[in-house]
């Protein structure tokens, strides 16, 4: 019968023995838990960053963009002159049925003022199905309406950010605010959305009626004239169905032929962000692997040296052969110190990758997250690290004849 408690005493105490030797053995597991932790720790806070951002922008979203155009034999770059406009984004809304709703966007940059505080930001002319499209709430007021829309009403929605550089604590809801001097009322302020894939502060905007703003801020170089228009479709498996739908109208409206270029361009953006939150999540796993390969370098480590420990204890494991002790006893003496030497490891080189992430965090500002699998998956793997590559020296070991082992100087 194998006695346990006296065989993890020993085991211990040689461990005790050679600290020095069992520091620096313990150091390939160290390095590999922690490098394991923090990899997938960085990689793991790039993939949630990006599920934000798409979770920001809206879900089931297209984008209709201006296309390239031939103007007197020259072929000008895609969108450099606006070729929708805002029947065309009602057209969409009325004829495709895959579709739920559309924003149509006219874009510019101008001051906002309000009373001694001004500040630039942009400004955005769309519908009220903006709001729906980009899944956006407001956190006070109410948002204008479709009649704003055809009246061309002078009022606003503001982005937090807005709001904390014109008004700080104050309540602008009521408020009088002027953009290019056209005094606008704010109806409500827009819930947070932080930054966009392309990193733009998403909250340092107003919104403002597209009428209001082709007839009374930016103007237009032709009547009903938009930038670009986001599109929600009815669900993820309506996206392909959306995007045929509106190229089909749009190329009906802008009376272009089947060989001709369309002066318009579809972009599904719900693809392109998942097709980039895929490729994180492919790095994460490659940065994991890779750094895996530290902790086998680290096992085939504790194997040398409980090879090493076993020849300069030959004599010893003699003694305790000649005195009872069986073939399980001298196996388990050493897979023991290998288990202990693993676990140790791993539970040092868990603290040393959880706080390597937040420094990683601290001074490059990337988004580091640690989750609980990572940690019990790098402690498993050690301990199984310890038992695979123990295992050999103390089969060795087992394997000695007592008599031999006795002799031996």
């Not at 020993?10 to 932790?37: C, D, E, F, Q, Y």
């Not at 994460?284 to 895996?292: D, E, K, Q, R, V």
């Amino acid at each position: 019968m194998i006695n346990l408690p006296a065989t993890l005493k020993i085991s211990l105490r040689a461990l005790r023995v050679n600290k020095m030797r069992s520091a620096l053995t313990m150091l390939g597991i160290i390095i590999g838990v922690s490098a394991v932790i923090a990899m997938l720790a960085v990689g793991t806070g790039a993939s949630r960053q990006i599920e934000e951002q798409m979770s920001s922008m809206g879900s089931n979203l297209l984008i209709v963009v201006p296309g390239a155009t031939t103007s007197g034999g020259v072929r000008m770059g895609a969108g450099t002159q606006s070729t929708l406009t805002l029947a065309d984004a009602e057209a969409i809304k009325r004829e495709c049925p895959a579709v739920e709703e559309v924003g149509p966007n006219l874009t510019g940059v101008a001051q906002v003022v309000y009373s001694n505080m001004n500040w630039s930001t942009g400004v955005v002319g769309t519908t009220p199905g903006m709001l729906i499209v980009r899944d956006w709430t407001l956190s006070s007021g109410k948002p204008f309406t479709e009649q704003d829309v055809k009246s061309a009403t002078k009022v606003c929605l503001l982005g937090q950010v807005v709001v904390d550089n014109l008004f700080g604590d104050t309540d602008p809801v009521g408020k009088i605010i002027r953009i290019k001097n056209v005094p606008f009322t704010v109806l409500g302020v827009l819930g947070k959305k932080g930054q966009s894939a392309t990193g733009q502060d998403q909250d340092d905007t107003v919104y403002i009626p597209v009428t209001t703003a082709q007839k009374k801020v930016f103007g237009t170089a032709f009547p009903g004239m938009i930038r670009s228009m986001m599109v929600k479709a009815r669900g993820a498996e309506y996206l392909a169905d959306a995007e045929k739908q509106i190229n089909e109208l749009l190329r009906q409206r802008h009376r272009i032929g089947p060989k001709q270029d369309a002066d318009f361009t579809v972009r599904n953006l719900t693809q392109m962000m998942q097709a980039r939150e895929e490729s994180t999540k492919v790095m994460t796993l490659l940065l994991g692997a890779i750094a895996s390969v530290s902790l086998l370098v680290g096992g085939i480590g504790i194997m040398n040296i409980m090879l090493v420990s076993v020849t300069e204890r030959t004599r010893e494991i003699g003694i305790r052969m000649a005195i009872g002790a069986k073939t399980w006893d001298i196996r388990l003496q050493f897979i023991i110190e290998a288990l202990t030497l693993s676990l140790i490891g791993g539970l040092a080189g868990i603290i040393i990758g959880v706080t390597g992430s937040e420094i990683l965090s601290a001074l490059f500002g990337w988004p580091t997250i640690v989750s609980p699998l990572s940690i019990l998956m790098s402690f498993s793997f050690s301990g199984l690290v310890g038992i695979f590559f123990g295992f050999y020296p103390a089969y060795k070991a087992s394997l000695l004849n007592p008599i031999d082992a006795l002799r031996y100087e």
